[in-house]
């Protein structure tokens, strides 16, 4: 034997033997990482048993939620069918409004507050300071509270503009503008803050201006933000009962979260079954959204929270 095979053999003995790995307890692995499994668990049961139940009842020719408790005993589509088929409630008609009313609200939404947020952040000029903390103060208070006022104001602005008074889709959506404007423009400010100046500026030396700057740099950057203001608005008005109720009049006008409350109110006796299956269809548009602007969520809610 040379002296290389007995180094080599002096060394494999040297290395120990490997050991298969030692299984950790039930006890510390729970206690270690176990119990977030549990609770992801939970939260997935109380959070898709909801869907479920009204997947079901919308699923049930019985029309109560009682008939429901045993999830799919039966599966019938006629719920579905009779949606678009009851002269007295259009669905149809309902659904076509909300659309139009939530992607024209989300929109204007998303440019108005986009050009204040450009404005407050950009610019400098008198009020600048004041009016950021009025816009923070005026959210402080629900729109709710001014019902009375805003039935009020559109009865009479009626009177001289037909087309924005009560009883207007156009109305509603501007009473959707103006009390979303303070709190998304705040939000959208953040974000912007987080654009370096030092681009604007480069522009500006190029020869372009405020508009071009704002059109062909800083929207594409804010592109995370206004994505989630407009999802945010998007929800926020097609699922809003209260001022819609208020303000829209006639069935044929009449949104989606209004329509359906016919279904179990007391005028066209309740039917459950049928309010679970509009239910559903309603669900699907914001659904879409959500999972077409998912990627930037995440971003657009969390870049302007650190400047």
Same mark, same amino acid.
């Given at each position: 034997?040379?002296?290389?095979?007995?180094?080599?053999?002096?060394?494999?003995?040297?290395?120990?033997?490997?050991?298969?790995?030692? %299984?950790?307890?039930?006890? %510390?692995?729970f206690g270690a990482t176990g119990?977030?499994?549990?609770?992801?668990?939970?939260?997935?049961?109380?959070?898709?048993? $909801?869907?479920?139940?009204?997947?079901?009842?919308?699923?049930?020719?019985?029309?109560?939620?009682?008939?429901?408790?045993?999830?799919?005993?039966?599966?019938?589509?006629?719920?579905?069918?009779?949606?678009?088929?009851?002269?007295?409630?259009? /669905?149809?008609?309902?659904?076509?409004?909300?659309?139009?009313?939530?992607?024209?609200?989300?929109?204007?939404?998303?440019?108005?507050?986009?050009?204040?947020? /450009?404005?407050?952040?950009?610019? %400098?000029?008198?009020? %600048?300071?004041?009016?950021?903390?009025?816009?923070?103060?005026?959210?402080?208070?629900?729109?709710?509270?001014?019902?009375?006022?805003?039935?009020?104001?559109?009865?009479?602005?009626?009177?001289?503009?037909?087309?924005?008074?009560?009883?207007?889709?156009?109305?509603?959506?501007?009473? /959707?503008?103006?009390? !979303?404007?303070?709190? *998304?423009?705040?939000?959208?400010?953040?974000?912007?803050?987080?654009?370096?100046?030092?681009?604007?500026?480069?522009?500006?030396?190029?020869?372009?201006?405020?508009?071009?700057?704002?059109?062909?740099?800083?929207?594409?950057?804010?592109?995370?933000?206004?994505?989630?203001?407009?999802?945010?608005?998007?929800?926020?008005?097609?699922?809003? /009962? !209260?001022?819609?109720?208020?303000?829209?009049?006639?069935?044929?006008?009449?949104?989606l979260a209004v329509g359906l409350?016919?279904?179990?109110?007391?005028?066209?006796?309740? *039917?459950?079954?049928?309010?679970?299956?509009?239910?559903?269809?309603?669900?699907? $548009?914001?659904?879409?959204?959500?999972?077409?602007?998912?990627?930037?969520?995440?971003?657009?809610?969390?870049?302007?929270?650190?400047?």
């Open positions: 034997m040379t002296d290389i095979d007995s180094l080599k053999t002096d060394a494999a003995e040297a290395i120990p033997a490997p050991t298969a790995p030692r %299984r950790r307890s039930f006890g %510390r692995w119990w977030r499994h549990l609770i992801g668990v939970v939260m997935l049961v109380f959070s898709v048993f $909801p869907i479920l139940y009204v997947v079901s009842a919308s699923l049930s020719t019985n029309g109560t939620l009682l008939s429901s408790n045993s999830l799919f005993a039966s599966v019938d589509f006629s719920n579905y069918v009779n949606l678009f088929r009851l002269p007295q409630q259009p /669905y149809a008609a309902w659904y076509g409004n909300t659309l139009f009313i939530g992607l024209t609200t989300a929109i204007c939404t998303v440019f108005l507050s986009a050009l204040a947020a /450009y404005a407050f952040s950009r610019m %400098r000029f008198t009020g %600048r300071r004041f009016g950021l903390l009025t816009l923070l103060l005026v959210q402080m208070f629900p729109q709710l509270l001014a019902i009375v006022a805003i039935f009020l104001l559109l009865s009479g602005i009626g009177n001289i503009f037909p087309a924005l008074g009560l009883d207007s889709q156009l109305g509603l959506i501007m009473v /959707y503008l103006g009390g !979303a404007l303070g709190v *998304n423009t705040y939000l959208m400010y953040g974000f912007f803050n987080t654009v370096p100046v030092a681009l604007d500026e480069a522009a500006k030396i190029d020869g372009a201006g405020h508009a071009r700057v704002f059109f062909t740099i800083i929207l594409r950057l804010v592109a995370p933000i206004l994505a989630v203001v407009g999802l945010l608005s998007f929800v926020g008005t097609t699922s809003e /009962y !209260a001022l819609a109720s208020t303000v829209l009049i006639s069935p044929q006008k009449q949104t409350y016919q279904f179990v109110s007391q005028q066209f006796s309740q *039917n459950w079954g049928l309010f679970a299956a509009g239910a559903v269809l309603a669900a699907i $548009p914001v659904v879409a959204l959500f999972l077409f602007l998912q990627r930037y969520i995440v971003g657009g809610l969390t870049a302007g929270s650190v400047k």
